[in-house]
Each structure stands twice: as structure tokens, then as C-alpha cells.
């Protein structure tokens, strides 16, 4: 899958090419703002996400351009969050519209939405550290061979963990990052999470594999 | 213009009048006048003073009781000068004179304020969009690069971005236009992304959101609503006790469906109670906690007033504190052609 960013702030570009990397996502981007949008077409992108504050052209401008010769699913990414910019954006076509600062997360499940509604969804997003890999649209666990079935919020905490493999996660974090995903739980749950998702690890031979730092948080 | 009033007030004349008729009448007596002819003399004289007097007085009293009934009738006030008829006696054409000076001089620095206001409310406006960029740049770096330092950088990100948006909604709320967007939507997912705003400062204060019967439709302006609900939530976590617990429960009634948030913090005293919603008011509570700058709940009321949501506050010291917010209900409104 392949995406194209059109992002005049070059952090912003980086990040985000970098985020979406993680989940296995291309990405690519230009800095040619001239003739972006067929620059954008002819890159043969999945899916585009688009800033409206753009050099020579708004991204409005943009979009029709892009709707006169292509159906390629747009999400409109901008600083301005006002109603008016939300409606011109849908109007002309962008299929989605997301104002900053946007939470990475909902961004990616509103790509993968659209992009599972254009028809051309990822068949894996898989998501690999020492040796167990964990199939997101699955929600399965897998080494060795062995495969097994998560829950949900077991599967956001392992996902959390192995985006950032080799970082310290704090439990306030983890706690956080569900609640992004409306599940409200608190510490108790979150204890109760843990354990069973180190039972399933230990059941497929990784007793060991997340890491408790006591004060700190998990690790993998 | 009474009469009474305009003769006191041209109570030298009438002396001047008497002095003149008593020294005339004096005179003519001397060179033995016939008294027939005094008299009629007199009577000239005073016949002449009245209508003088009294032409006057009827042109004065025109221009002034026309002047007082635009005065009354007018909605801005500072506009008399440009629409008043010029009068056709001297002092009142130097008054209306000085009258048109003066509104055009007020209009125009009226005018000013109004664009400066205008101009200021632009420019935060465009200011607060372009600090979104590097918040969000900077957040999606914290993103890619997670670790207990760069969360805690994340938590203090989120509070600027808290910031930022109230000064968005500060501008918004004193605006006279209503920028404000009603869709269908439900309590709960109202109340879920005030919670997500929120959700690190109430999780590491150990808190604990309760719902009961959220699923209920209203029509409401999501970002609008969503930024009151966390205004109320973050004063639940400011004045919180052991054990925070948000609650939020919802009632529907004939014409309105009530979100009843409370919490179970320290509470308002009474005496403050009313005042709560008072712009730049902290009472006993932002005393001690010195973390009040009581903008937050005078939004809320401000920006509830522009959108026909009603809100009110019950607390009882030291039990907890319950805000309730008042949608007006679908049906009504369709009722109302709304």
C-alpha cells in the first residue's frame, strides 16, 4: 500500500512517513509544490493525504484537480479546523477530514477504513520484533509457528509495545492509548490484561518476552 | 419644553421687560400723557415682547421634542447627529453643529474599535492555527519515539494544545457571529472525546469515568460541546479528593435531555457557588489550589448561552460537585420549525 503526503512542513512530512512506515505503509512526498497534484497521481498512490496551507495552491485547488482524473481516496489534513474548511473539504471531494494536532492512531484507522471501503485493503499489517509477529487485522500472535488469538485490548497494549520495541512504556501510556480507542479501562483492568497477554505469549514458548520495569513500565 | 420652564429661564427679559415699561410709563406721565394713551402704549409694547416670546418658544419647543422622540426611538444612539434636521435659530444650529461633530468624532473611533477588535480577533484566529503545526509536528515526533521522557514532553504538549484552545474558544465565545455546527450526535460520543482530551491528566490522578445511559441522540456543535464537557472534567480534576470518580449520567425530559456530570471532589462552598461562572472568579477553592484562573467555566457559560444549552452547578462541600448540562431536544426543536 502506498501513500502520498502533501505536506509543506518538512517535520511533519517526516514524521508522519515515518509512523506510517511502521505499519507498513509506503510512503512518498515531494517538494515540489508546483504540480503536486500530478505528481501525486502519477506516483500510483493508494491513498492521499493532503494539507489545505499549501505553497502556490491550496490544497482545494488540489483536490479537484486530483477528482478530474482520478477516484483515489483523499483525507484533508490541516491546522485549520474551522466548519467552513471541513464542508469545502468534503465538497469537492476529499474523503475524509482530520484537523491538527490529529491523533497518529485515528489517522491510521481512518486510512485503513477507507482504504479497506476502496477495495484495495492491506491484506496484512504485520508488525514483527525477536521473533513473534503480530497480525493487526487478524488480531493473532504468532511464533515458531504457533498462532493464537487476541483480545482486543490485549492486542492495542502488544501493538503498542512492539511499535515502539525497545522503549519503556509507562502504564499511564498504555492506559492512555486505549482510552483513545474508547476503551475506558482503568489500572486493575490494565493488570488484568497484562497477565493474560503473558499467559498466551508463555503458550506459544515466549514466557518471558514483556518485560515488567518495575516503577517504570513494560518493555518488549 | 414646558412653558413654565422656558419663562424662568428667560426670567431677565421679562426684568428687562418690567424696568423698560415702568420707566416708559414713567416718562410718558412726566410730559403728561393721557392715561389712555400710557396704557396703550404699554400694551404695544408688551403685545410685541409676548409674540417674540412666544415664536421663540414654539420653534424651540418643535426642534427639541423632535429631538428627544429620535433620541428615544434610535438604537444607536451616536448616529442623532447625522439624521436630525438642521433647526432655523442660531443656538440651536451651533448645538446641532457641535451634536454632528461630536457623533461623527465618536462613530469614527467607534468604527476604529470595532476594526481593531475585528483585525485582533483575525489574528488569533490565524495565530492559533499556525501554532497547531508545530504541536502537532512535535506530538507526532513523541509518537514515533516513545519513552517515559518524551511522554511526560507529550502530557506538557497536550496542555499547551488545552491552552490554545481556549483561547480559540475565548475569541469564539465573544464573537457576534454563531460559527457554530449542529449535527446529530450522541451524549456518549460527546463525552468520549472529552474524555480522550483529558484522558492522561484524569488517568494519572487515578480517576475513573462511570457511565449510565449515554446512548441518547442530540443535536449539538461536537467540538463546541466536547471542549465544555472537558473544561467541567478538568475541574474535576483539579479539585479532586482520594479516589476520583467522574460520573455521567443522562435524563431526558419532555423538552430537554440533561448530561449530568459530577464528581466526587472537595466541592464548592456556597457563598461561591453562585459566582462560579463569574468571569476571572477563582473563590476559596482556586485560592488554595492557585491553579484557577476562572476562564474555564465562564466559557462554558458563555459559550452554552450562544448555543441554547442550558447549564447549571449543585455542590455540596466536601461531597462532590454536579454540573448539568441541558440539550434542547430534537423533537422540540423540529416543533418550534427549528
Known amino acids: 500500500m502506498k501513500l502520498f503526503i502533501i505536506e509543506d512542513e518538512v517535520p511533519i512530512r517526516k514524521e508522519l512517513t515515518h509512523f506510517f512506515e511502521k505499519y507498513g505503509f509506503q ?33 482545494f485547488q488540489v483536490c479537484r484537480e486530483i477528482r478530474q482524473s482520478s477516484h483515489v481516496p483523499v483525507i484533508v489534513l490541516t491546522s485549520r479546523n474551522t466548519d467552513f474548511d471541513e464542508l469545502m473539504s468534503l465538497n469537492i471531494g476529499a474523503d475524509d477530514f482530520v484537523s491538527k494536532p490529529y491523533n497518529a492512531q485515528v489517522l491510521l484507522a481512518r486510512i485503513q477504513k477507507l482504504l479497506s471501503r476502496a477495495g484495495g485493503a492491506q491484506d496484512s ?36 509495545l512492539m511499535v515502539n520495541k525497545g522503549n519503556i512504556i509507562p502504564r499511564d501510556a498504555i492506559i492512555d492509548d486505549l482510552w483513545q480507542s474508547e476503551e475506558f479501562i482503568d489500572e486493575n483492568t ?16 515466549l514466557p518471558d518476552y514483556l518485560e515488567t520495569k518495575r516503577g517504570l513500565g513494560y518493555l518488549v | 419644553m414646558k412653558v413654565k420652564d422656558y419663562a424662568a429661564d428667560h426670567i431677565f427679559s421679562f426684568l428687562c421687560l418690567s424696568v423698560s415699561g415702568l420707566l416708559v410709563f414713567a416718562l410718558l406721565w412726566l ?75 465618536q462613530n469614527d473611533r467607534l468604527a476604529d474599535a470595532e476594526q481593531n477588535r475585528q483585525e485582533y480577533r483575525e489574528y488569533l484566529d490565524s495565530w492559533v492555527h499556525e501554532i497547531k503545526t508545530p504541536i502537532a509536528a512535535a506530538r507526532l515526533i513523541i509518537e514515533n519515539h516513545k519513552n517515559p521522557t518524551t511522554l511526560r514532553i507529550d502530557d506538557e504538549l497536550r496542555r499547551i494544545d488545552g491552552f490554545v484552545e481556549q483561547v480559540l474558544y475565548y475569541a469564539r465565545s465573544a464573537a457576534v457571529e454563531k460559527d457554530f455546527r449542529v449535527e446529530k450526535t450522541t451524549l456518549q460520543a460527546l463525552v468520549n472525546s472529552a474524555l480522550k482530551t483529558y484522558s492522561k491528566p484524569l488517568i494519572q490522578a487515578g480517576g475513573r469515568p462511570v457511565f449510565s445511559g449515554l446512548d441518547i441522540p442530540v443535536c449539538a456543535d461536537m467540538k463546541s460541546c466536547s471542549f465544555i464537557i472537558g473544561q467541567i472534567i478538568s475541574n474535576s480534576i483539579k479539585y479532586r479528593t482520594e479516589g476520583l470518580q467522574v460520573s455521567f449520567s443522562a435524563d431526558v425530559e419532555q423538552n430537554a435531555v440533561r448530561l449530568l456530570i459530577s464528581d466526587n471532589g472537595i466541592g464548592i462552598s456556597p457563598a461561591d457557588l453562585s459566582r462560579v461562572f463569574d468571569k476571572g472568579f477563582t473563590g476559596d477553592n482556586g485560592r488554595r489550589y492557585s491553579k484557577s484562573t476562572g476562564i474555564g467555566l465562564y466559557l462554558c457559560k458563555k459559550l452554552c448561552g450562544k448555543m441554547n444549552i442550558g447549564i447549571t452547578i449543585q455542590s455540596e462541600l466536601g461531597q462532590g460537585t454536579a454540573v448539568t448540562l441541558s440539550f434542547p431536544r430534537e423533537s422540540y426543536l423540529q416543533e418550534a420549525g427549528l
Not at chain 1, 490494565?190 to 514458548?205: H, S
Not at chain 2, 404695544?44 to 429620535?70: G, M, P
Open chain 1, 27 to 59: 510512503c512518498e512526498s515531494s517538494d515540489d509544490f508546483h504540480d503536486i497534484a500530478q505528481l501525486a497521481l502519477a506516483s500510483g498512490a493508494d491513498l492521499i493525504l493532503l494539507d489545505i496551507n499549501l505553497p502556490y495552491q491550496d490544497g
Open chain 1, 125 to 160: 499489517v504485520v508488525l514483527t520484533h525477536k521473533g513473534l509477529t503480530l497480525n493487526l487485522l487478524k488480531a493473532e500472535i504468532s511464533h515458531n509457528g504457533q498462532n493464537k488469538k487476541l483480545k482486543k485490548n490485549e492486542m492495542g497494549i502488544l501493538r503498542l
Open chain 1, 190 to 205: 490494565l493488570n488484568v490484561n497484562i497477565v493474560r497477554l503473558r499467559k498466551t505469549l508463555a503458550e506459544i514458548g
Open chain 2, 31 to 105: 410730559i403728561e400723557t393721557p392715561m389712555v394713551f400710557i396704557l396703550f402704549v404699554e400694551s404695544i409694547l408688551f403685545t410685541a415682547f409676548v409674540c417674540a416670546f412666544l415664536y421663540d418658544y414654539w420653534r424651540r419647543k418643535k426642534y427639541y421634542n423632535q429631538l428627544w422622540e429620535i433620541l428615544d426611538r434610535l438604537e444607536e444612539k451616536t448616529l442623532i447627529g447625522e439624521i436630525l434636521a438642521r433647526p432655523d435659530f442660531l443656538d440651536g444650529q451651533i448645538l446641532d453643529e457641535i451634536l454632528r461633530r461630536c457623533n461623527k468624532y
